[in-house]
């Protein structure tokens, strides 16, 4: 199984090792699903936590260290053109396009307005919630 894990819900894994996007992060350590990445993915992970209001949850040698373990176990894309498909926020087209282009089976968002575009896009979306139930319920 392929999935695209928004960089939020990533994020939210360092935040906390509680909740469901610290479980679809282990899910994927151990094998339980393939995380599809891409450069854009990894850029916008990236300058998120390297900003300094997130140095309380990670130093930069953690943050760093995360993202050396997510390209070491992910499956890397290439970026490509997106068309507008997020009509409620456009710089996230590109995580809808990375689905595509990958055939990933999943696209994993807390987002509202990605929810929002089930139906109107080639691949389901998700809530982290809904991904962890998925994934426990094939391990039984």
């Not at 894994?13 to 479980?23: F, Q, V």
């Not at 109107?120 to 962890?132: A, D, E, I």
Request: no cysteine.
């Amino acid at each position: 199984m392929l999935a695209v894990v928004d960089p939020n819900v990533l994020i939210s894994s360092r935040i906390s090792d509680l909740g469901h996007p610290a479980r679809i992060v282990r899910a994927a350590d151990e094998g339980g699903f393939e995380l599809v990445l891409s450069g854009r993915l990894l850029e916008e992970f990236y300058d998120v936590l390297m900003r300094p209001r997130f140095r309380r949850y990670a130093t930069e040698e953690e943050v760093e260290d995360f993202l050396f373990g997510l390209r070491e176990k992910g499956v890397f894309f290439e970026d490509v053109e997106t068309e507008r498909m997020v009509p409620d926020d456009p710089k996230d087209d590109y995580l809808v396009a990375l689905a595509h282009t990958s055939n990933a089976d999943y696209l994993v968002s807390g987002e509202q307005h990605l929810a929002g575009v089930k139906g109107k896009v080639p691949v389901t979306v998700l809530t982290p919630r809904q991904f962890t139930e998925l994934l426990e319920s094939e391990s039984l």
